[in-house]
């Protein structure tokens, strides 16, 4: 078993920034990309940006190009979404997945973190 804790969130102004953290814990030996996503209200869940297990930043979805960013702690197993240029369209519940290598299906998600940007 794998969880994940998702930590962050919070209100800003448009143009403001957050950092969202997602750490691991359990038995995380086998997962190999950290994936984030988010669902906007009345939206279905939708891909953000992912990032290798070892810190290498691989893709990002169109509309956080150039104002996302992927990073890890690599002393430890936390992973985190640097989030600029805040729109109030980014507002959504932001959530952290994990999966193996050789699968698309994402194994274990985090409960979440609600971003609010306000205008």
């Known amino acids: 078993q794998v969880q994940l804790v998702e930590s962050g969130g919070g209100l800003v102004q448009a143009g403001g920034s957050l950092r969202l953290s997602c750490a691991a814990s359990g038995r995380t030996y086998s997962y190999h990309r950290v994936g984030w996503f988010r669902q906007r209200p009345g939206k279905e869940r939708e891909f953000v940006a992912a990032?290798?297990?070892?810190?290498?930043?691989?893709d990002s979805a169109d509309p956080v190009k150039g104002r996302f960013t992927c990073s890890k702690d690599t002393t430890k197993n936390t992973w985190y979404l640097h989030m600029y240029s805040l729109k109030p369209e980014d507002t959504a519940v932001y959530y952290c997945a994990i999966r193996s290598s050789g699968t698309t299906n994402w194994n274990y998600w985090g409960q979440g973190t609600q971003v609010t940007v306000s205008s």
């Open positions: 990032i290798t297990w070892s810190g290498t930043p691989t």
